[in-house]
């Protein structure tokens, strides 16, 4: 190898040259490296880019035919009889045209998506956005099916990222219990959630609902409803605004007014829970039960009722109805039951606690009452008093009244029975107590006779022919007899001996005018307002 020396005194514009081509060879060197570093990065970035833009593009995994299109500057490919594949989803379709610049399909003739094990989508017409995973498919029969239900209509809008369908034509869900049609919908394909809206339908075999809004869960089998709803089964009707159903269960609540209707009663409350299977209901909220073949109504703030038992519960400024001819009944209670007869259709009331009653011939008070419709029987126990007309006042341990053609006839007071009329002759008042007391009324509401067996005893004024007042009689007798004719008695007879004497007008003492244990109470009498607690 030949060796080359160079010193100071050599040439020096050669002594230049010579370093500025070693110079160049360092710099030509330096460039190539440079440029080798670009190219293999660049290199990788478009690979990479490249992979990235792979993973987004619609790829086509077979056809029949395939062409490339270039029109007006973009590429375009159409594709007989093809199957497409796009994250994880296959499409198919008898003809198709791919734009590869917008990453977007149209697809015509037996489309189909088939997305994971379980959604397929089936139309005539397939437009489907690669970029956003938007399918809108639609035709004269457009089907969305998964493993357990189908979704028919004529348009579908499935965006595939989310896994939710919508339509806005009308559709027809199907599964193995329900049909549900409406004229707008969407269904979740992930949570297995229907969204219902417009003249929504659900039907099976046990029932039909309809409303206009419906959130059905097929897998809880629950359904949510927010407006004017409606569910019928062969055992009466439910009527709401706002609720939820359990289509398996047929349990179901509501949270605004709503009224539950058979061929028996009707239940209506702002709140109302509802068992399908044995119609029983629980209500609040201004509840209104009301018996059909007997016309009686029970109202209060809360209630229950058993239709399996024919037995109703209700409380909370409780009062019931009860139409007798013209004329109505009303009790009110802190709880009211309600019991039907199945085998003739007759009903037993029961009021427990702060009894009032109310009916135009007569009103009273107690703490416990039962009336039987069967044989218009009222039972008053536990400081029983009752008013009849405005003059006649009856207290006992207990009393039973007995209607006839929905009046009454016949009053029974049983232990420190107590009976007092106002004489508005004299302004004073007769009475008559003892054991037992049978007080009988005429036709017209009028105290027309009294009898009394053991421990009686009687105040009463006596009036002669031209009706002045002649004295007090105070009488005791084991048994007694007394005939009444306005408020007034007019006859008296007696069992065994009776102890009595007649005091007159200017000898009677204040003591004598009252048997022991008298109390006027008129003012306590109820009135129809504060029976219904309309007024307290």
Known sequence: MDKKNYHAGCNSFKLSR??????????????????????????????????????????????DQLEIINANGVDSRRVTNGVFKHKGALLYSNLAIQNITTNVIEAFGNVKIVQGDTVTVTGDTLYYYGNTRLAIVSGRKTVLKDSKRTLTTRKIEYDMASGIAYYKLPGRTVDEENVLTSKEGFYNTATKEFTYYRNVKLVNKKYTLTTDTLLYNSITKWSYFNGPTKIVNKDGTVVGTKGQYNTE????????RTTVDNETYTLTADSLIVDGKSNDG??????????????TVLNGDEGYYWKSKGYSKIYGHAYVRNVVSEDTLYIRADTLYSFENARDSTRKLIGDKNVFIYKSDFQGKCDSISYNTADSVIRFFRQPILWSDQHYQMEADSITAFLVNNEINRMLLKGKAFVITEDTLVRQFNQVKGRIINAYFDSGNKLKQVLVEGNGESAYYAVDDKQKNIGLNRVECGRMNLIFKENRVEKISFVGKPDGKLIPPTKIKQPERQLDGFNWRISEKPTREKTIWAEL
């Open 18 to 63: 010579v370093i500025n081509i070693k110079t160049n060879k360092y710099l030509r060197a330096f460039f190539v490296v440079l440029i080798s570093i670009y190219t293999f990065l660049s290199f990788n970035a478009l690979a990479q880019n490249t992979s990235t833009a792979n993973e987004d593009l619609i790829e086509i995994l077979k056809s």
């Open 249 to 256: 269960s047929t349990q179901s609540s509501f949270h605004k």
């Open 282 to 295: 629980r209500g609040k909220g201004n509840v209104v039960i009301v018996a059909k073949k007997d016309k």
